[in-house]
RNA sequence: GCCGAAGUGGCGGAACUGGCAGACGCGCACGACUCAAAAUCGUGUACCUUGUGUAUGUGGGUUCGAUUCCCACCUUCGGCACCA
């Protein structure tokens, strides 16, 4: 048999060949184009680790054909990428072989882009960004000052951790174990007051709340809210003995009859006063104890609570009770005031204090439906809503109109008000670390803290510094970079040694795309008003409260400012899940578990392993890697070679009724496969156009090939395949002899009568259990479908002689009998 | 501990608005091709006590009908403010 040979599907060939045109084409160069409707895809960009890992392809390549498939349908599409690239690891690299920080980082960045080339994705590389340039920093550092200037970043003293011998701050990630040691030398870390730059996020708190014109998932809202955390209560004004006011928060006014003693957090400035005042071990070593648990084992609930008494009294501004004042590290300084009213006969927490230090219990909400309780014998709080009682003027309100009338009543004494506390925190920026963008600030004896003039800017973080191995920040070391003259008065002052956080640089990295290095603004606002805001925002649900937050609450400054517009910088958010290592545990280098996408590409090519990370999990959710299910994908990705490439033994002789299947069956995976890529539901995409294909191989082997229904299905088909694995279907679609590019090709319109179905198969159930299908015409009515129904030897049988009760109808899907 | 999410065959997952549980793929089994193997193609594949049978983490509830809604519990994962 005389025979014509495929040739062989060769991915790198193809990919190389592709990646190549379209560079040369610029094919991915996204410019303003007022004809077309503008679309900002931005992915989270990734922190120059050194590798690329499976998790970034993950996150990234749906992105991609997210963006792709926008562009055909014929959006002008941006899809930006850059480095996040300061940051504590190029500095831990720094300290451990002795290289700077910033070739480490470069030469890594220089790595990953080779990488994220060999993707394929639509990037346009001309917007790239690197947060470590100076020409990048120097906007971050005029976004500091601007933020100063109208009053939104203040300096206030506030604990770190702190290793004594490292003479060091520590991250989180640095302090190890239950006893906190150092990660290097194994001292026990401590807490260190430091003069630190906040941003004033607070201000925003009640504007974050709203999620109004955005489309962001439910679960994000969710834990921003929560994070958040939004409390209505009183601020009420107890008195110390001296005079002196010391004020709480506190949700449950309606409580305040039942206080029967007060806590301080171990920070409270009060405990500072009284151990000033004169020796008192016992409160000191409560205080350095307080100070080396964390914030998490602080506020667990299930903690055995400790305490010591203050030695102080508070008067109780309702009724005049004096009660003791103890310090516990269960009350935090971040939230409220620091300072608590303890009314244990109804908080949980404040009962198991006052049980364990032999604490008076006061009953004052009776609750609805149970016995008045005893405080001296309850073994738990009470629940706390009920009719008020034991509260003097109050006794006897209904527990639905006490906060209100309670809240009244301390207005009218002038002993409180109501207010509003939100768990959320002002933004700590400082970071006594080297590797970041220098707080552009100069301390002056004279003129306090002096912004460094616009024309001085970027402050240059110097390139001539010693690394210690203790991490010591090499700015405070340097011997002559922070020594500057006053911008005011010309004195002698000092440069801020401190960086700041990496999540400032994160925060505007989509305007940084806008027109990168730009020289006069942070961006050109021709751009601004072209691309902003982002259309789409991807990238990991972790990110959910902190960047998230942070760059929502940044839009809304700069909007306050004149700098940016709209109330959001990202009208809809899409999160991926984690990719997990084969044993189901997060990948690790030290787990050895770790994928490497760059032996998959060499091995299967990139538009395999596209296909897979878009195949094998759902996107949002994540799964473990299985590196046996790839194959898979590489089959898929070879039959669409083979399928449309390879001529069929039985050319254009199909019947009629396999090329209307054929049609039907392309029709309907249009609609699918759109609905899917609208809903980010990537593996049934994938999975849709799998189904397809064993549909056209049925269709190939009946004679199909050569019609005008294949040919169509091959055009869809491509079409449809071009977001997932872009370089085989312009490979394909150029070999079939289309016009260059596939991916400039608009996306396919399903026709809706050629997708209709001639027949519906009716589920039978009796009782709600399946016992019958029929298959009947789409035209169909119920009263007919019901009379066929009935008339089934299976459904006879099932009602045995009995008439039916009821008999409930979905149309075109099911018919439910009763008996 | 607090906040959020998820539990479906041997495995990853599908199931659109409360309506056929297990699409698609992996794996496995058998067959075709081959001297043979790989690749490819085809067929089959939830379970069992094979029947008006059981089954979507466990236990309850609502409903004609529940993977889907409600309540309680268990397990796993993400975040918890200096990793990014």
Redesign the pocket.
């Known amino acids: 048999m005389e025979e014509k040979k495929t040739p062989v599907y060769n991915s790198k060939a193809i990919e190389e060949k592709w990646q190549k045109r379209w560079a040369d084409d610029k094919l991915y160069e996204s410019n303003i184009d007022e004809n077309k409707p503008k679309h900002y895809a931005l992915t989270m960009l990734?922190?120059p680790s050194g590798n690329l890992h499976i998790g970034h392809w993950y996150s990234i390549t749906p992105s991609d054909a997210h963006a792709r498939y926008m562009r055909m349908k014929g959006y002008n599409v941006m899809f930006p990428m850059g480095f996040?690239a300061?940051?504590?690891?190029a500095e831990n690299a720094a300290i451990k072989h002795n290289i700077h920080p910033a070739s480490w980082t470069f030469s890594n960045i220089d790595h990953m882009r080779d990488q994220l080339k060999s993707m394929g994705s639509m990037f346009d590389w001309r917007r790239e960004i690197i947060s470590a340039k100076p020409e990048y920093y120097r906007w971050t550092q005029w976004f500091f000052l601007q933020l100063y200037k109208n009053g939104l970043a203040y300096q206030k003293f506030s604990p770190?951790?702190w290793c004594p011998t490292c003479n060091t701050?520590?991250?989180?990630?640095?302090v190890w174990g239950d006893d906190r040691h150092c990660e290097r030398c194994g001292t026990p870390v401590i807490k260190k007051d430091?003069n630190?730059w906040y941003f004033r996020i607070t201000k925003y708190a009640e504007e974050l709340l709203n999620f109004d014109g955005i489309d962001w998932p439910?679960?994000v809202r969710?834990?921003q809210t929560?994070?958040i955390?939004r409390s209505e209560g009183a601020a009420v004004h107890f008195k110390l003995e001296n005079g002196e006011d010391l004020e709480v928060f506190t949700t449950r006014p309606d409580t305040l009859w039942g206080v029967t003693f007060m806590v301080i957090a171990p920070e409270h400035p009060l405990v500072k006063e009284i151990l000033s005042e004169g020796d008192n071990p016992e409160i000191a070593a409560y205080v350095d104890n307080a100070a080396r648990s964390?914030?998490?084992e602080r506020?667990?609930?299930?903690?055995e609570k400790t305490g010591v008494f203050s030695g102080r009294y508070a008067i109780n501004p309702v009724n005049d009770k004096k009660i003791p004042i103890w310090i516990s590290d269960y009350v935090l300084m971040?939230?409220g005031t620091g300072a608590i009213m303890a009314v244990p006969a109804h908080d949980q927490r404040d009962f198991e204090f006052a049980r364990k230090f032999g604490l008076e219990v006061i009953v004052v909400v009776h609750p609805d439906g149970e016995e008045l309780p005893d405080g001296a014998t309850m073994t738990q709080a009470a629940a706390a809503h009920g009719t008020i009682v034991n509260s003097g003027p109050m006794t006897g309100v209904p527990g639905d109109v006490a906060f209100g009338k309670v809240c009244d009543w301390l207005e009218e004494k002038g002993i409180g008000h109501k207010t509003t506390t939100y768990?959320?925190?002002d933004?700590?920026v400082?970071?006594?670390?080297y590797w970041g963008a220098p707080i552009p600030i100069i301390h002056c004896p004279h003129c306090g803290a002096v912004p460094v003039p616009d024309d001085q800017l970027p402050v240059l973080l110097p390139d001539d510094v010693e690394w210690k191995p203790t991490g010591e920040s090499p700015l405070k070391l340097h011997p002559t970079w922070k020594n500057v003259k006053c911008p005011i008065c010309g004195a002698n002052a000092e440069r801020d040694t401190d960086t700041m956080?990496?999540?400032m640089c994160?925060s505007w990295y989509h305007l940084g795309y806008l027109s990168p290095y730009f020289e006069t603004y942070p961006f050109d606002k021709k751009e601004y008003d072209y691309w902003m805001p982002v259309d789409v925002y991807t990238g990991?649900?972790?990110?959910?409260?902190?960047?998230l937050i942070y760059t929502r609450f940044f839009h809304k400054a700069c909007r306050d400012m004149g700098i940016t517009k709209g109330d959001e910088p990202m009208l809809k958010l899409r999160n991926q899940?984690?990719v997990?290592g084969e044993d189901?545990?997060?990948m690790s280098k030290s787990r050895g578990n770790v994928v490497d996408p760059d032996a998959l590409v060499a091995r299967y090519g990139a538009d395999t392993v596209r296909a897979y990370l878009m195949?094998?999990?759902?996107w949002e959710?994540?799964?473990?890697w299985?590196s046996?299910?790839i194959?898979?994908?590489?089959?898929?990705v070879?039959?669409v070679w083979?399928m449309f490439l390879e001529k069929s033994e039985k050319m254009n002789c199909a019947d009629a009724e396999t090329l209307r299947t054929l049609r039907r069956k392309v029709h309907q995976t249009i609609k699918?496969v759109t609905?899917?890529m609208e809903a980010f539901?990537f593996?049934?995409v994938?999975?849709g156009l799998?189904?397809l294909?064993?549909d056209i191989?049925?269709a190939k082997?009946a004679g199909a090939m050569g019609s005008k229904e294949w040919d169509e299905a091959a055009d869809i088909y491509l079409r449809m395949m071009a977001p997932v694995a872009p370089h085989i279907t312009e490979e394909i679609w150029e070999q079939l002899g289309k016009p260059y590019s596939i991916h400039t090709q608009l996306w396919p319109e399903a026709d809706a009568a050629a997708a209709q179905d001639d027949v519906v198969?009716y589920?039978v159930?009796v009782?709600?259990?399946?016992r019958d299908?029929v298959d009947l015409p789409v035209s169909v009515s119920d009263e007919e479908a019901k009379a066929e129904v009935l008339a089934r030897p299976a459904v006879i049988?099932?009602l045995?002689g009995k008439d039916p009760k009821?008999v409930?109808i979905?149309p075109k899907?099911?018919i439910?009998i009763?008996k």
């Not at 009782?767 to 399946?770: S, T």
Request: no cysteine.
């Open positions: 990734p922190y996040d300061f940051g504590l690891p770190v951790d701050t520590l991250a989180r990630e640095q430091l630190q439910e679960r969710t834990l929560n994070w955390g964390s914030e998490i506020s667990s609930a299930d903690r971040g939230y768990r959320l925190r933004w700590l400082s970071r006594q670390r956080d990496t999540f994160s990991g649900i972790e990110h959910a409260t902190m960047h899940g984690m997990l189901q545990q997060k195949f094998f999990a759902r959710m994540g799964a473990p299985d046996k299910g194959e898979g994908s590489a089959r898929w070879r039959r083979t699918a609905r899917d539901q593996n049934t994938v999975s799998m189904e294909l064993n191989g049925k082997t198969t589920v159930q009782n709600g259990k399946l299908r049988a099932a045995e009821k409930i979905v899907k099911l439910n009763v």
